[in-house]
């Protein structure tokens, strides 16, 4: 399941795309430029959520053998 780390994440590479899309059709070379860093962003912050996922993961099987 994401965590809301990789859906904020998903969602602003998903709006960056919009943007740069729009900044094409336009012609409009800063709103393609802010729409490529949103992109950026938005793929680092869903790549610390996998991470933060994959810990929790990792921590909740060692608890797992542990109890058992």
């Known amino acids: ?3 809301k780390d990789e859906v904020r994440g998903k969602v602003d590479q998903i709006k960056g795309r919009a943007k740069e899309a729009v900044g ?4 409009d ?3 393609r430029n802010e729409g490529q860093a949103e992109q950026g962003a938005g793929a680092a912050e869903e790549t610390v959520g996998k991470g933060r996922r994959k810990i929790g993961d990792a921590i909740k099987d060692v608890g797992d053998k542990i109890g058992h």
């Open 1 to 3: 399941m994401w965590n």
């Open 24 to 27: 094409d059709l336009k012609n």
């Open 29 to 31: 070379e800063q709103l």
